[in-house]
């Protein structure tokens, strides 16, 4: 009986073992394959190619270790190669959630998606700061939830503003101020003289020569903080073409990207009214 009893004991400890293994990883490709579906189907509708680019912190592992996303080279590998793999008559619709990231990675996507030949949609459900405004600024139209924000595209170097940086030396006389100092000013404008020029190319076919490169000062050289949203008036003020028709799909798509447990705040729930049921899949 003692026997029988380990037996049972271990079986048991085994089959634990394994589902704090193997269960995170299959719910994970649970999520990739609703996705994959989701995707397939807002393409269908769009008649589109469909790409995401979704900064959250997804858990792995059976510790559930976040994940801290930004936008990264390894990001605009994918996204080059999935724009590059869309046929040149084909529209593609670019689902960015992001806190921004590399300039340089930020750069090469905006520049493939502004090269497409077919139309290009950003659809930003919530947020696409920094480098994501910089890929929204790149399509032929930007699709916005109402309360969605885009932010301004001033370099940061070293985690100060570019802009900030240049008027702290200005303010001093030359003698009072480190090397250091002086080359993080050099380095920040032309970083700044960098993203402008860019920008102002992205958009100078849209808006106009004269309104790009008013468009391009603002974004760039410290008018507001670099965490300043820019709404959907704003951006019409500016000209864009913008909407606010955002699918349903791309919300429910969203949902599929949960945050971690750990992450979450357990002050905020929410019950769908029966309409919002009803909609559901």
Known sequence: MANDAFSFGGIFWLIL?????????????MLFNSRKRLMEKIGEMRGSNVITMIHRQESIG???????????????????????????????DLIIHTPGGLVLAATQIAKALHDHPAKTTVIVPHYAMSGGTL??????????????????VDPQIMNYPAPSIIRAVEKKELKDVDDQTLIMADVAE????????????LLKEKIGEEKAREVAEILTKGKWTHDFPITVDILKGFGLNVSTDVPQEVYELMDLYPQPMMQRHPGVEF???????RKSP
């Open 135 to 152: 890929i929204a600024l790149a399509s032929d139209e930007i699709i916005m939830d109402p309360h969605a924000v885009l932010g301004p």
């Open 17 to 29: 073992f394994l589902y704090l293994i193997f269960m995170p990883q299959i719910r994970q490709q």
């Open 271 to 277: 019950v769908p009214s029966p309409e919002q049921k």
């Open 190 to 201: 032309k970083a700044i003289a960098q993203v402008r020029d860019f920008v102002y190319s």
């Open 62 to 92: 059976f510790l559930g270790i976040p994940i801290y996303r930004f936008i990264d080279i390894d990001d605009s590998e994918k996204v080059l190669r999935a724009i590059r793999a869309t046929p040149k008559d084909k529209p593609i």
